[in-house]
């Protein structure tokens, strides 16, 4: 009995591995995570090309965004079940999500759950690449050289806990919600960011409708939302 957990990566379909797109070929059931119902999953869109429809049942599991965590727990424990049931019956079972499994993912909580309840289920995890790395590599561009620091960072929580790992960081990767980037640049300024650092915002990595562009801190200043959707990158470089 086993479920293979894959990381589908940043949204190119091409990124995902070879071992990746083998698992997916041969699934009989395919999971798959969004915020709310009738909402498409991102994860499954980018491995779409590689599902045999005719053959493969997919499920959307809901992971809400909401902040109750009692709801959520029990979210989660609807959802292991879900799974476990189709492991359990024989089913060739596949967990889709985006970018890697190990990073700010909704298998995070379905693993927890799994291990507790289920622990006859021989659980793989194939990881993806992440999106700051396809950033990286469509910037062109150096995450940290030598002995400087990285910090990563999810933008839309704990403002004042960001201050702490800024401060002590030569390069931070601001991740998911780029709403809070006006925020964001704030916190550079006050942390030992020079007028003349480069920031550089990415929305939609690795797709058609990529937007990236560098900046330098003292012309973000004030900007409202720089970036404005969920799914987007901040990457501040302090000693450029």
Partial sequence: MKLSCIGCGPGDPDLLTIKAVNRIKRADAIFTPTSKEGKPSIALAIAKKYIDESRTVITDLIFPMIKDKESLRLQWKTNSRIIADAVHSGKNSVYLTVGDPSLYSTWNYIHKELKE?????????????????????????????GDQTLGIVPACYDLDKIKHTVASCDSIIFLKDGRYFDSV??????????????????????????????????????????????????VARKND
Avoid: C, H, W
């Fill in 117 to 145: 309840n289920y622990n006859d289920i021989n659980i793989e995890i194939i990881p993806g690449v992440p999106s700051f790395f396809a950033f990286a590599a469509q910037a062109k561009m150096s995450l940290v050289e």
């Fill in 185 to 234: 640049i704030e916190i550079l300024s006050e942390t030992g960011f020079s007028d003349n650092s480069n920031i550089t915002i990415a929305q939609d990595v690795s797709i058609d409708k990529e937007i990236l562009e560098t900046k330098k801190l003292k012309d973000l200043r004030n900007t409202k939302n720089p970036a404005g959707k969920y799914f987007s990158i901040m």
